[in-house]
């Protein structure tokens, strides 16, 4: 359990380090940037995962491409997302997954992804500032989105006062989740 741990980290670390040394803008997102923005308030909270999620810009996709090549990690696209994974046989869970800044994920979304420019520095890395990263998973809101929300609720990093900073389809979803914490 402490290598698969180790190993998400390891691969957070590599991606990270190898795009701000090319100067290309980045956000961890999903479910590091939460344990990033949990572990501010309660490291005993922190839920871990298993991929890496990375907001970036799609104009920079060619040289994000070289950059993580020559880092080390293979190039795919899988089912449309694409994904970097550090051996050609790696399994996609334990890839790292790009999501492009600004762009809706799917074509139905109710929101985009963060913008570039939507983010703060962490203790590794920099991650998606937690409003654009809450927006994000009550976008997606699947059950490891949700979790994720219910995470943050527990440990007050967000409540029903933030439903005012969203859609009404998304404060819904928000408020669904702080009104009923155990469905």
Same mark, same amino acid.
């Given at each position: 359990?402490?290598?698969?741990?180790?190993?998400?980290?390891?691969?957070?670390?590599?991606?990270?380090? #190898? $795009?701000? &040394?090319?100067?290309?803008?980045?956000?961890?997102?999903? @479910?590091?940037?939460?344990?990033?923005?949990?572990?501010?308030? =309660?490291? #005993?909270?922190?839920?871990?995962? %298993?991929?890496?999620?990375?907001?970036? %810009?799609?104009?920079?996709?060619?040289?994000?491409?070289?950059?993580?090549? #020559?880092?080390?990690?293979?190039?795919?696209?899988?089912?449309?997302?694409?994904?970097?994974?550090?051996?050609? +046989?790696?399994?996609?869970?334990?890839? /790292?997954?790009?999501?492009?800044? @600004?762009? *809706?994920?799917?074509?139905? =979304?109710?929101?985009?992804?963060?913008?570039? +420019?939507?983010?703060? &520095?962490?203790?590794?890395?920099? /991650?998606?500032?937690? &409003?654009?990263?809450?927006?994000?998973?009550?976008?997606?809101?699947?059950?490891?989105?949700?979790?994720?929300?219910?995470?943050?609720?527990?440990? !007050?990093?967000? !409540?029903?006062?933030?439903? *005012?900073?969203?859609?009404?389809? $998304? #404060?819904?979803?928000? %408020? %669904?989740?702080? =009104?009923?914490?155990?469905?």
């Amino acid at each position: 359990m402490i290598e698969a741990v180790e190993a998400v980290r390891r691969r957070a670390l590599r991606a990270t380090y #190898a $795009l701000a &040394e090319a100067g290309i803008p980045y956000a961890v997102t999903g @479910g590091i940037a939460v344990a990033a923005w949990v572990a501010r308030v =309660d490291r #005993a909270a922190v839920r871990n995962t %298993q991929d890496v999620d990375l907001l970036v %810009q799609r104009c920079d996709l060619p040289a994000i491409r070289r950059v993580l090549e #020559a880092a080390g990690f293979h190039y795919r696209e899988i089912l449309g997302v694409t994904c970097f994974l550090e051996t050609p +046989e790696s399994h996609p869970r334990d890839a /790292i997954h790009l999501l492009f800044a @600004g762009e *809706n994920i799917k074509p139905n =979304d109710l929101a985009p992804t963060a913008a570039i +420019e939507e983010r703060v &520095e962490a203790e590794d890395y920099e /991650i998606v500032d937690l &409003e654009p990263l809450v927006r994000m998973k009550l976008t997606s809101f699947r059950t490891k989105d949700r979790m994720h929300l219910l995470d943050m609720i527990s440990v !007050g990093l967000i !409540g029903a006062e933030w439903t *005012n900073k969203f859609p009404t389809a $998304l #404060a819904d979803r928000l %408020q %669904q989740l702080v =009104d009923n914490p155990e469905e």
